[in-house]
């Protein structure tokens, strides 16, 4: 018999979407506004009616009862924000669910966007974790890729983080951009460990639809790196930012050892988590739910109460998120968990993997279901496709 899991007494995550943008980068579908640069002036108040109607749904929002653990402010450009936009969305979030006091604040930052009045100022109302998001360390590919920083921008706030001396501090590189060649990757990879940060992520770069990047380019085609190169890209990342200290703890994500980021590993988990914001997704009593993509449309759900109008996920929908997530971790997943949880589904899972088993792709170990470092995660999209199908 599978299990209903009691999930909506240990809600303690938020995540807040801050839409807000310089400028769209080529590769981007998130939803995001373009309002300038806080920096030059060039920004309106429509960041501030935007934080007005965001205040007013976390006063909406029902409290499950504990205190936050992690905030995750991501974007956009979170750092677009003035210190007290910032500071009247943390003080909204504190009177409706409490923050804990060893609570992770997280905030995606881009280079050019803030100095150091601003990063002491986020600093000093609680934010111990910033997510840079450099993407490349030549200019190039800054610009082929639509970026609003300069090389130069990368190094000031890499020096502005560390003067401000913010405990948890993450780097972005997206791998895999037009004309990207191992070299660049190569040296990418020597200028992100060079600035220290206690975390790396590393995206694979994806094509969208209706992005700019979906219209100039077709996957596979020049001037796209070759499969081959983005698979060389991703064992480069392995072996050079592990050889560094760095656990490749997640599929693209690498952290020095106390440093992984605990919001994101809410998500891994499957646990639930409120969600905040234009574009947003929240995980609630067994619900998913994602807010109006578009600003008006979300001003408008917001007035008319934040209704959450969707059915709760069903046992199987559950047990494929559960795995298409959890196998995202090195560690893998709990197979006593899965077993009291889909006792009746194991069957299935284990006649499913047992290809990739013998492929050296999937393994068990201390009662762990894992992918493999590097080859698992490298086919990871063939084994939970296989898995959707088998299951869905």
Not at 30 to 50: A, H, K, N, W
Not at 88 to 96: S, Y
Not at 277 to 301: C, D, H, I
Not at 303 to 321: M, N, Q, R, S
Request: some cysteine.
């Amino acid at each position: 018999m599978i299990h209903k899991l009691d999930i909506s007494c240990i809600v303690s995550s938020a995540y807040v979407h801050i839409p807000f943008c310089r400028r769209r980068c080529f590769y981007c579908d998130f939803p995001v506004s373009v309002v300038g640069d806080r920096l030059r002036g060039e920004t309106s108040g429509t960041i501030s009616q935007y934080v007005e109607v965001l205040c007013q749904e976390i006063a909406s929002t029902p409290n499950f009862g504990k205190p936050l653990n992690t905030i995750f402010f991501g974007g956009g450009t979170p750092s677009l924000l003035s210190i007290e936009q910032l500071e009247r969305i943390l003080t909204a979030l504190e009177k409706r669910f409490g923050i804990a006091p060893q609570v992770e604040i997280s905030m995606e930052v881009d280079p050019g966007t803030f100095d150091l009045a601003h990063i002491t100022g986020y600093r000093s109302l609680g934010v111990n974790r910033v997510s840079l998001g450099v993407q490349a360390f030549q200019e190039e590919l800054l610009k082929l890729a639509g970026r609003s920083h300069s090389v130069t921008d990368i190094f000031a706030a890499i020096e502005l983080i560390h003067q401000v001396e913010i405990p948890e501090f993450s780097l972005d590189l997206i791998s895999g951009l037009p004309h990207h060649s191992l070299d660049q990757w190569q040296d990418s990879l020597t200028q992100a460990i060079a600035a220290a940060p206690t975390h790396i992520s590393i995206y694979d770069l994806t094509i969208e639809p209706g992005t700019a990047f979906g219209r100039y380019y077709q996957p596979g085609d020049n001037p796209l790196p070759s499969d081959e190169t983005t698979v060389k890209m991703y064992q480069m990342s392995q072996q050079v930012l592990t050889g560094a200290g760095y656990e490749h703890y997640e599929i693209s994500n690498y952290a020095q050892i106390g440093h992984q980021c605990q919001h994101n590993r809410v998500y891994w988990e499957n646990r639930p988590y409120y969600g905040f914001g234009m574009g947003a997704a929240s995980y609630l009593e067994g619900k998913r739910f994602t807010r109006p993509r578009k600003t008006q449309a979300y001003s408008e759900w917001v007035k008319a109460g934040c209704v959450i109008d969707c059915e709760v996920t069903p046992p199987a929908d559950i047990l494929l998120e559960t795995l298409m997530l959890g196998l995202r971790l090195a560690e893998g997943i709990n197979l006593s968990l899965l077993e009291r949880d889909f006792g009746q589904m194991m069957t299935k899972i284990h006649h499913c993997l047992q290809p990739y088993s013998e492929k050296g792709w999937v393994e068990v170990v201390e009662g762990r279901l894992r992918l493999t470092d590097p080859e698992g995660f490298l086919f990871s999209n063939v084994v939970l496709a296989d898995l959707f199908n088998q299951l869905g």
